[in-house]
Structures are given as C-alpha cells and as structure tokens.
C-alpha cells in the first residue's frame, strides 16, 4: 500500500480545495492499482476527505470518518428498518456491513422497503442491498448472508463494532441479542408496527430487551393489526443509525439502560428509562 | 388503594398517558389491564415500580404500573 505521503503528494493537483473528489481517487485507484474499498483507506489514512463525505465533516473529522470507514456493522434482516439502515450506514461511509436475510421481495413489501421496486419482485434481498450500497457507495464493501440468523451463529457477528436488530420476530431478536452479549457487541435494537416504534441501544449484559418485552411469548406484536407504513421505518432505522455512529465514533449519549419510545400518530417521542 | 398506571404507544389512544387509579387492597396487575380493556395478547411488558412483572403481580399502595405494547415488527 502507498504511504500516506506517496498519497499526499500524487493528489495534491487532484484537490478540490481540500477534498478529493471521485475523480482524483479513481485516478488513485488507477495510479496504484488499488480497489475502491483500498483507496478509500489510504486516502481517508493519509488525512484527506473524499469529496463526497464533505457534508459529515462538520460533524466528524478525517480521523473519525477513518474509523467509520475502518469499522463494521452487522445488519440483520433486510426488510422495512434493514433498508433504512444499511443506505444510510452505506452513505455515512461504514465500510464494512454484514447484511442477513434469507428472503426474496413480495410485492407488499414495496410499501415500504427500501430496495424493493417493481423490477425485483422474486430476488434476493441481500443481493439488493449489496447492488444498492454499490451504486451510493462504492467504497463501501457488502457481505451478503442469505439465511436467517439463528442462535448460536457466531460466524455472522464476528468482528463486528455494532449490530442492528432489523429483524421482526421475537425469538430471533433474543437469540441475536444473546449472540451479541457472548460476543461482547453492541447491540441497536428496532421495533415498529403501524404509526409506533422502539429504540434501544443494548450493551452486553443490558437487560433492556427483557424488561421490554418480558411477555412476548413468541407471538407477533400489534403490527399484526396495524401494518407498516413507509415512514415509521425510516423513521425508527434512522434513529438506530444515529445510535451506531455514536457507538463506532465513541461521542454523544446513547440510548442505553431506556427506551426511546415513538408515537407518531400523536407526535409524541419519549424515553423511558429501563433496567 | 391509590396506583399510578402510565400507559404507551398504542394503549394510550381512547384511554390516558399517566393515571392515579382507585383499586382495591390486593388488585393484581391482570385486573388492572382487563380494567382499562387491554388485550392480553397485545401487552409486551407490565413494570411494577422498575421491575418487570407477570400478570398475578398484586399490586401495592403507591406503586407506579408501566404497560407497554409488544411492538415486533422490522
């Protein structure tokens, strides 16, 4: 790999200002016979910001969209919140996300998937968001799981910085949360259904998701009764991607020990302290 | 005996956020919820004064109930 001065120096004509646009870094790419994903690195490395992360970097420095870029999250299950969550940790530049789900789209899901469109019905979810995460985000590498995640699959979660439970049945969000417990992970739990939703972050050993859903029983919950709108997705998977860049960038509070709870048919977002 | 129920997402429309209820000595967390015509089936958890509890819970002067929906959707 060029060192950080080699970078420096060969892209110092290619700035714009300070920023490196797409062209400079495909010429690095060219220049040292480097993937998107390798250049990414040795530029963000070398203190430079791609052009296309100039909106982050009042928020994040170089360093910290390294860190992003350097990090990986785990996103489990590939439907309403999944889509959410991986375009927008696809955009913030996470560089590495595990993206699990065994489904195909149904035509119901265009209501509000994601990656879902009238000319995918029938394929792979994953395959989507890997095709997606391409097209916003070169830089950003996908590893596709087509199986659901099951207990005691600790191959899926390995090396992960942070999980999203984008899943929607109980068992396997306990079992996931168990996963990430052995494992030491961070955990951003998501649950909607209709104009409602939960947030929660949980850290292994939390006891967050017990004392939430101490009664679940296995059942489905009121979604079975009020659907899944467009927005409540959006809504609640951008609140979880919020939790895993804090987690990864090691600012801000996180929404841990509470429950962000969210109601939007009455406009009313509250937390609530838990465990 | 006087409780405090405060009630989440779905089961406050047609009912209340925060509540002092009247119940009698002995009222357990079960009546509490057929009182306020809760589904069983719809409840994700009941928290008795922090602590999560099952439904045969009696409840206590002064103790503050917590009924939130199961939300599972993804």
């Known amino acids: 790999m060029p060192d950080a001065d080699v970078i420096r120096q060969f892209v110092a004509t290619r700035l714009d200002g300070d920023l490196l646009p797409w062209s400079g870094q495909a010429a690095v790419m060219e220049r040292f016979g480097l993937s998107n994903a390798e250049s990414e690195d040795v530029v963000l490395a070398a203190g430079i910001l791609p052009a296309r992360y100039s909106r982050n970097r009042q928020m994040l420095t170089t360093a910290l969209q390294l860190k992003l870029f350097r990090s990986r999250v785990v996103v489990v299950g590939c439907g309403g919140l999944g889509g959410y969550l991986i375009e927008e940790l696809a955009r913030l530049g996470v560089g590495h996300l595990v993206v699990v789900d065994p489904d195909t789209f149904v035509e119901h899901n265009l209501n509000r998937q994601l990656f879902a469109n009238a000319s995918n019905i029938g394929s792979s979810k994953v395959t989507a968001a890997a095709l997606r995460v391409e097209s916003v985000n070169p830089a950003v590498t996908v590893h596709c799981v087509a199986r659901a995640f099951e207990a005691g699959d600790h191959s899926t979660l390995a090396g992960a910085d942070a999980v999203a439970d984008a899943l929607d049945e109980m068992p396997a969000r306990f079992a996931l949360a168990e996963g990430c417990r052995d494992l030491g992970i961070p955990l951003v739990h998501g649950a909607i259904a209709g104009w409602y939703g939960y947030v929660a972050t949980i850290l292994p050993g939390d006891r967050t998701l017990h004392q939430l859903y101490n009664r679940h029983g296995g059942r489905r919950g009121i979604e079975a009764q009020f659907g899944n709108p467009s927005f409540t997705p959006a809504v609640v998977a951008s609140l979880q991607v919020a939790e895993i860049c804090k987690i990864l960038i090691g600012q801000g509070t996180l929404l841990r020990h509470k429950v962000l709870t969210i109601n939007l048919l009455d406009s009313e977002i509250e937390t609530v302290a838990m465990d | ?74």
């Open chain 2, 1 to 74: 005996m006087q409780i405090t129920v405060r009630l989440f997402l779905a089961f406050r429309t047609g009912r209340f956020h925060t509540k002092a209820l009247e119940c009698a000595a002995g009222t357990t967390v079960q009546q509490v919820v057929r009182d306020l015509r809760l589904p069983e089936t719809d409840l994700g958890t009941a928290i008795v004064n922090g602590r999560e509890v099952e439904l045969g819970e009696v409840l206590a002067p002064g103790d503050t109930l917590l009924l939130f929906p199961l939300v599972g959707g993804g």
